[in-house]
């Protein structure tokens, strides 16, 4: 609203000296103090608090540096970028290198034409512009192209909406559903916080549903039915089913027919789906595979006005781990021409997402093909990587299922493990007394004694009363022994001064 509309509140208010309210955590939005992400939270604040005790006194902890398996952040740990994406982002980024001789023997044949390619495709040829709010068109039609690919169904690239990543992406679409307290998303429990930190921003309410740990993190369809129901008596209006496949922090692959069910209950109940898909590149095991939302839903016959479905996609994650660079988009299928006007209006208010990241949209959604120059080398890259991801996946999984009390689902995708510790009482004793949860208690036990660091189950929420920790499968190959052996002493130590 706009101040000269407003009428003046009261015979004071004309000139008096009252002042603005001070800034204290009390005066901020109430949103804002309600949300909260563990991914980043108490226990990584305390580790960077580590690194540099580590850093300004070597020895002053049992351990030389801090092992952080709190985040998805593969190139933090070492992994290597992709060279082909490199090297048509440099050559994007620095066209006056495109035409000199050099270049043609430090950069792939088939680099320096897709740069070529995609430079025609921005206007002004400046990836230093602004772009049009939905992302470049040109790319936009590559990312379809690679959708079509991947399913087998037409992709419209007005559909499409390039953001700085999925994370974007999401809060865009809290804010056009979320009206008030009363609106409900359903969401997985366990979480990526980023869901509860939005819907909780947004001012909405987070409707669980629990995986089932015993059916490996399986999503039943009457537990769905259960909480809808459950809401609905509380007022709720549930709006939205958020579905992350392969799961954070769980790990689980769904199996196409309980896609099929998921499509069905969302389609009768008129909710929206939300679909995470930003791991689709990650699954590690033979038996499962990827299957998009999009394709199940168009392969059930069901159209643009039969669901209305929002797929997201990051460079973030796959082989590619590309986070720092900010790029995803979300694919909006299924609502109104008046409605996909107001998602216009909130992508424009930012003006465009950044370039880059749109760049490497692009390319991860239509990599090198069998023939191009750079397909060998590119492919060799992907494998290795996902080859070894598969092996630390399951090394983690196997030593933390040795653990006395752990119990561990194997890590079917993403790049997490998601283990259940049974707590002796002594330890939750200790940590009420320590007035903290007792996953965290145990996890800041492990990082003081260790230096690893995880994130306690409940930053993602539990089944009450059962505690569990992520750690993801990033650090080096070579390290995860270290850390294999390191968690095992502590977890032996840790477990003989609270057993009963
Ligand atoms: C399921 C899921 N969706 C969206 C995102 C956001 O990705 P963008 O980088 O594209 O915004 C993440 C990031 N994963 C976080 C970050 O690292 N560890 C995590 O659990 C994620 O795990």
Redesign the pocket.
Known sequence: RFLSTLQPSSPDSMGSDYSSTPVTRDTLNPKVLNCEYA?RGEIVTLAQKLQEEIKENPGSHPFDEILYC????PQSLAQQPITFFREVLALCDHPAILDKSETQGLFSADAIERAFQILDQIPGRATGAYSHSQGIKGLRDTIASGIEARDGYPVDPNDLFLT?????A?HMMMQLLIRSENDGILCPIPQ?P?YSASIALHGGTLVPYYLDEQTGWGLEISELEQQLKTAKSKGIDVRALVV?NPG??TGQVLGEANQREIVEFCKREGLVLLA?E??QENVYVPDKKFHSFKKVSRSMGYGEKDISLVS?Q????GFYGE?GK???YMEVTGFSPEVREQIYKVASVNLCSNISGQILASLIMSPPKVGDESYVSFSAEKEGILSSLARRAKTLEDALNSLEGVTCNRAEG???LFPRINLPDKAIKAAEAAKTAPDAFYAKRLLNATGIVVVPGSGFRQVPGTWHF?C?ILPQEEKIPAIVSRLTKFHEKFMSEFRG
């Open positions: 991914v709190n985040i998805g952040n700085d990543g999925a994370s974007p999401v990526y980023l992350i954070n922090p995470d930003v791991y997201f990051s460079v973030s994650k986070c900010r790029g995803g993403a790049m997490y992520r993801t």
